[in-house]
């Protein structure tokens, strides 16, 4: 018997689709696991396309950045933001990050949580397991907001047609001493 989150979703689904409420069977419970991951993922693009533009905004304002390299940055923490709230990059269709297996995505996490637990900044290279496409992750060094410490995190994936780097930005409220990427504002 589906759960009842698996229910409800399915009847979500039903009823943004106009079809009505449905009742989904056991050999269908595969099908409604799949759609509510595709959805619940293409959800979180949309909220990372949204939160890294927030989040690029008030970044432009504290560095006082303009112009084109106000683009990249806030491109940056787009694609960075999505990635953070949808592992799965072929959700991020047109970027390098769509052609990346879920083992290319988890090495490329690893390499990123390594270089964000190192004190000082650091630039650490890496090459992913099945694509081979060759990346660079970078970290700032620790700025004091508020009550919290934050650092930024710029991975570039290499791609010879394109350069969009992700970027996603790190904080911890101290004592606390492992960073997490800070999705508000």
Known sequence: MP?????????????????????????????????????????????????????AQAELR???????????LTRGFQIGTALVLCKGGTMLAGTVYAKLSKNDLESRQKEIDAAVAEAEPVTREYVLPESGLKGEVTTSEVTTEGDKECRTVVDHLADESKNEPAMVKYCRKPPKQEFEPELGV
């Open 3 to 55: 759960s009842n989150l698996l229910r409800a979703c399915w009847l979500a689904t039903a009823l943004v689709a106009g079809v009505g409420p449905v009742t989904p069977t056991p050999g269908h419970a595969q099908f409604g696991k799949a759609a509510l991951k595709v959805a619940f993922c293409g959800g979180g693009v949309v909220a990372g396309l949204k939160l890294g533009e927030k989040i």
């Open 62 to 72: 504290r560095r006082k950045i303009t112009g084109v390299n106000a683009q990249k």
